[in-house]
């Protein structure tokens, strides 16, 4: 089994936060590939079904950013996924928006949720990585993160996704360099190959 988790925060208030790109991602997947109903379990809501073969859950837990490692690690322990089966989707500050990067292990690069699931469960687990840009200050990265996504771009939200939904066959195939590859061609040819930051510092 494959555990599929997306980082962001529960409730309304937090839904179209850039930091909750990861639900968003695994919200899609769910959706396209037809798992079950989401339901409360785990800390947080669960939904499961085949990917490709493969078992899949997917897990959006409710503990806040900061604690997402409990649910992560309650899951994975009940169903003994090994790390290397552990997937997270997460918004990424040093990626440009549109931009998905796939990596195993690494580090946090500050990021709450990641830490937490580190601490709890190991490091060795995969992560994509969903680009949202940087606000261009360090000052700022807390209000552009738990600041809803601009209408403007919502378009590559959208494509962004798609494509985690569209490619996620290749994750549970072990074909992690392939999801990445895929879905970077997808998005250039939706024309989202050089995205700036909303409110971002221009040149």
């Not at 639900?23 to 085949?50: C, K, N, T, Y």
């Not at 989707?89 to 440009?96: A, G, I, R, V």
């Not at 601009?150 to 798609?162: F, H, I, L, N, Q």
């Amino acid at each position: 089994m494959f555990l599929f988790a997306g980082l962001g925060n529960p409730g309304s208030k937090y839904a179209g936060n850039r930091h909750n790109i990861g639900f968003m991602a695994v919200d899609a997947i769910v959706r396209r590939h037809r798992l079950s109903p989401w339901r409360r379990r785990f800390q947080g809501a669960v939904s499961e079904g085949e990917i490709a073969g493969q078992k899949v859950l997917a897990l959006l837990p409710e503990t806040f950013m900061n604690e997402s490692g409990r649910a992560v690690a309650e899951a994975a322990k009940f169903y003994k996924i090994p790390l290397e089966r552990i997937v997270v989707f997460h918004d990424e500050l040093d990626l440009p928006p549109a931009k998905i990067r796939v990596k195993k292990g690494g580090g946090n690069a500050g990021h709450n949720g990641l830490r937490s699931i580190t601490a709890q469960c190991g490091n060795d687990y995969w992560r994509v990585r969903l680009g949202i840009g940087h606000p261009g200050d360090k000052s700022l990265v807390h209000s552009y993160v738990l600041n809803d996504f601009g209408k403007a771009e919502r378009d590559w939200v959208d494509g962004v996704c798609t494509a985690c939904a569209d490619f996620a066959p290749a994750l549970t195939a072990g074909k992690a360099e392939e999801f990445q590859n895929r879905a970077h061609l997808f998005l250039e040819a939706q024309g989202f190959a050089d995205i700036k930051p909303l409110g971002a510092p221009r040149p």
